[in-house]
């Protein structure tokens, strides 16, 4: 029987080529095109890895691993992402990746750092400016130092916040009430002594729940 393998990214030409590539090996059982349908995909699959891009919509990659976690699916992840940035990575292995390979790698790569989640080891892409050992260790570091954090739904809230939807929009995706969703927004500044979405979309940026904003008024 062959691994179950499960794509996310927004964009349908980048899963089509990777299924294309990785079928010859794995069962590729499907692609989520936001993170809301990789936790749906996830849930109802159970793929034994989840190759996908940090920046999806509605909820990012990385939330929707927790997620999994938390509901017991134990599919392990590599991110595959544009994105050659020390923090994000740091980030990301502190959640629990398996893989962190950058989207210039060869197909090689992504077959390495499969077969890595599959065993139970890590992978770093090899164009990363650090090695694995430097990354994990300061992301060993980092996760010791107990920085005050936003819980899971508050997440959601922000990102969907700054990724302009509405108050009334991030009710109908959470569901949830729209007076729900504006207190979790409420709460969210307070927290973060903010006083309009530009600042919050500034702070998710910062955070690496999104990359580029949408224009939105304060």
């Not at 050992?133 to 060993?140: N, Q, R, Y």
């Not at 819980?151 to 990724?163: C, G, N, S, Y």
């Not at 504006?182 to 729940?209: D, P, T, W």
Request: glycine residues 6%; charged residues 20%; aromatic residues 6%.
């Amino acid at each position: 029987m062959r691994n179950k393998i499960l794509l996310a990214d927004p964009h349908k030409i980048l899963t089509e080529g990777l299924t294309t590539i990785l079928s010859s090996t794995y069962e590729v059982i499907g692609s989520a095109r936001n993170g809301q349908e990789l936790v749906f995909l996830a849930k109802e699959h159970h793929p034994d890895v989840v190759v996908a891009e940090i920046f999806i919509p509605l909820l990012n990659t990385l939330d929707a691993f927790q997620a999994l976690r938390r509901a017991g699916v134990r599919s392990k992840l590599v991110v595959l992402t544009t994105h050659l940035d020390v923090a994000l990575a740091i980030e990301a292995f502190q959640a629990g990746i398996s893989g962190y390979v950058l989207k210039v790698a060869g197909k090689d790569e992504i077959f390495s750092a499969i077969e890595c989640a599959l065993h139970g080891r890590t992978y770093l892409s090899v164009g990363f400016p650090l090695d694995l050992v430097s990354l994990l260790s300061e992301a060993a570091r980092r996760s010791q130092e107990g920085s005050p954090k936003l819980t899971p739904r508050q997440r959601e809230v922000l990102q969907l916040v700054a990724e302009g939807k509405t108050m009334k929009e991030v009710a109908t995706i959470l569901a949830i009430s729209t007076r729900t969703a504006e207190s979790y927004k409420y709460e969210i500044m307070r927290m973060l002594g903010v006083h309009c979405n530009a600042e919050l979309i500034h702070y998710a940026i910062r955070i690496g729940l999104i990359t580029v904003p949408r224009l939105q008024a304060a």
